[in-house]
């Protein structure tokens, strides 16, 4: 009788521990592909974080750049030359001028009008390349004497504000001119025009 009861309690222990064995093979496996996942999860975060990082910095470089390239495109203008002052150098840096067409230019001086220049000039070239021309020259503007055309080759002036300039003459002053003038065009097309303006 105690010999059979031996037996079947160790029947029994090995039955729990054969039971404990198979629930511990079937969670492992399960549990660590959890734990698996959870460290890959951990580390796609702030991997996620970081190529997020890099897209923001790049976007706020390409950003920074367009602006920089409008600004330098703002800031390397034309600067135009005095039709009664540059030399024959400046003269040739204009597209298309060559040494006859410097004569020309030099013969006329000085220019008193963009009128006067227009049509001396006008004697060679046709009218699209004087227009050409005026891109890159300009006639000194006398405050109380130039006429409308010629007040016109202030950026952003037109005909009726040249008039109405015309009709406040006459100026104590340059100072006194661009102060009426700086109601009708922008803060840089009035830098731009003190330079226009006879001394």
């Known amino acids: 009788m105690i010999y059979f009861l ?22 492992g496996p399960a ?5 698996g996942a959870g460290a890959n999860l951990a580390t796609s975060a702030p991997e996620a974080e970081q190529e997020q990082s890099v897209i923001t910095g790049t976007t706020a470089e390409t950003t920074e750049t367009t602006t920089s390239n409008q600004t330098a495109a703002e800031t390397t203008a034309v600067v135009k030359l005095n039709l009664n002052t540059a030399t024959a150098a400046d003269f040739l840096t204009i597209p298309g001028v060559g040494n006859r ?5 030099q013969e006329y001086r000085p220019y008193t009008s963009i009128q006067q220049f227009r049509r001396e000039i006008g004697k060679y070239v ?10 890159y020259v300009y006639v000194p503007i006398s405050v109380n004497e130039a006429d409308a055309e010629t007040l016109q080759q202030i950026p952003g002036l037109d005909e009726t504000e040249a008039s ?3 009709a406040g003459r006459p100026y104590a002053s340059n100072d006194a001119f661009l102060a009426q003038l700086s109601q009708y065009v922008s803060a840089e097309e009035l830098a731009l025009a003190t330079t226009y303006l006879n001394n």
């Open 126 to 135: 046709d009218n699209q390349q004087v227009a050409e021309y005026e891109q």
């Open 101 to 105: 067409m410097v004569r020309e230019f």
């Open 164 to 166: 109405t300039l015309i």
């Open 31 to 35: 549990d660590s592909q959890a734990a």
């Open 6 to 27: 031996l037996r079947r309690s160790k029947t029994w222990l090995v039955g729990l521990l054969l039971a404990l064995a198979v629930v511990a093979c079937n969670t």
